[in-house]
Antibody
Framework: EVQLVESGGGLVKPGGSLRLSCAASGFTFSSYSMNWVRQAPGKGLEWVSSISSSSSYIYYADSVKGRFTISRDNAKNSLYLQMNSLRAEDTAVYYC??????????????WGQGTLVTVSS | DIQMTQSPSSLSASVGDRVTITCRASQGIRNDLGWYQQKPGKAPKRLIYAASSLQSGVPSRFSGSGSGTEFTLTISSLQPEDFATYYCLQHNSYPHTFGQGTKLEIK
């Protein structure tokens, strides 16, 4: 059974940093691209970042580019999101999602339950 | 960047009704689109991939259609468990973009 478990969320002051982790199990982690997707309270879903299986390809939303860094450790079956220079508008539930690949490209299939990040003074 | 315009933003319907949700892409995305269902406090769940393929385990009352710039999600006969928020996602190019969501409520 595919499982994705996020951790590392919490309350942080504006300008602060936080590192999110996602522990993966139930599949060959090193064979899959991975995503971070967030959802602000009461708002819709926003794609944040994607990383290929070998970390060769990395993409970011404009809203986080230059402040967030996605990474992975295939030996530890783990995905990370380093978030720096946090702003109030980064407050959201952050989901880790596995990227399935087929003829229509890469898209999230399995999702974790999310971890809440609150940026407030 | 590709913009996804989803409509309506909310929809009130009754059990047994047929409902349709639309997503329009600002440029052609072939069939690189999925539909997700999200219930309060839960992670999204994939319903449809490649615009019209039904995810395994998803009831056949859900269907998707479209290609290029216009896509629809149809629920043929609403069941009580279908009341949720639905999102489209284009994954044709980065940044991937979601529609704004459609909240389906009980009339």
């Amino acid at each position: 059974e595919v499982q994705l478990v996020e951790s590392g969320g919490g309350l942080v002051k504006p300008g602060g940093s936080l590192r999110l982790s996602c522990a993966a199990s139930g599949f060959t982690f090193s064979s899959y691209s991975m995503n971070w997707v967030r959802q602000a309270p009461g708002k819709g879903l926003e794609w944040v970042s994607s990383i290929s299986s070998s970390s060769s390809y990395i993409y970011y939303a404009d809203s986080v580019k230059g402040r967030f860094t996605i990474s992975r450790d295939n030996a530890k079956n783990s995905l990370y999101l380093q978030m720096n220079s946090l702003r109030a508008e980064d407050t959201a539930v952050y989901y880790c999602a596995r990227a399935h690949y087929d003829s229509s490209g890469y898209y999230p299939d399995y999702w974790g339950q999310g971890t809440l990040v609150t940026v407030s003074s | 960047d590709i913009q996804m315009t989803q409509s309506p933003s909310s929809l009130s319907a009754s059990v047994g009704d047929r409902v349709t949700i639309t997503c329009r892409a600002s440029q052609g995305i072939r069939n690189d689109l999925g539909w997700y269902q999200q219930k309060p406090g839960k992670a999204p769940k994939r319903l449809i991939y490649a615009a019209s393929s039904l995810q395994s385990g998803v009831p056949s009352r859900f269907s998707g259609s479209g290609s290029g710039t216009e896509f629809t999600l149809t629920i043929s006969s609403l069941q009580p468990e279908d009341f949720a928020t639905y999102y489209c996602l284009q994954h044709n190019s980065y940044p991937h973009t979601f529609g704004q969501g459609t909240k389906l409520e009980i009339k």
